[in-house]
């Protein structure tokens, strides 16, 4: 199994922003699907953001659309998660998993992030946690 490594989580107030990292300790993330989930406490996961296999297209959940972006680093080894307007509603253990998800697409022409079952591998999470 692959292991991928999460960094990037901690304490901030209502309004900052975080950057997550997430990177594979045995292969590249060229051609490999990205997704970000999170779960809060006594909730279950929620899929919040994705990268297809080719890289080029994106997506987001409605909940976090506009604050929210991920993309990987020119060298496809990293994927990240941008975070900015955090709210205490975005408290959560966040995690990444990669993967080779089939592509989906929506009758409007939109990418639609994979579930979680779609992935093979998994970060071990990292906490954000939104307070003033």
């Known amino acids: 199994q692959v292991q991928l490594v999460e960094s990037g989580g901690g304490l901030v107030q209502p309004g900052d922003s975080l950057r997550l990292s997430c990177g594979a300790s045995?292969?590249?993330?060229?051609?490999?699907?990205v997704g970000w989930f999170r779960q809060a406490p006594g909730k279950q996961r929620e899929r919040i953001a994705c990268?297809?296999?080719?890289?080029?297209?994106?997506g987001t959940v409605d909940s976090v659309a506009g604050r929210f972006t991920t993309f990987t680093d020119n060298a496809k080894t990293t994927a990240y998660l941008e975070m900015t307007s955090l709210r205490p509603e975005d408290t959560a253990v966040y995690y990444c998993?990669?993967?080779?998800?089939?592509?989906?697409?929506?009758?409007?022409?939109?990418?639609?992030?994979?579930?979680?079952?779609?992935?093979?591998?998994w970060g071990q999470g990292t906490q954000v946690t939104v307070s003033s």
């Open positions: 045995a292969f590249s993330l060229e051609k490999i699907g």
């Open positions: 998993a990669a993967g080779r998800p089939g592509v989906h697409i929506s009758r409007t022409g939109q990418y639609i992030c994979p579930r979680p079952a779609e992935y093979d591998y």
């Open positions: 990268i297809s296999t080719t890289g080029r297209t994106n």
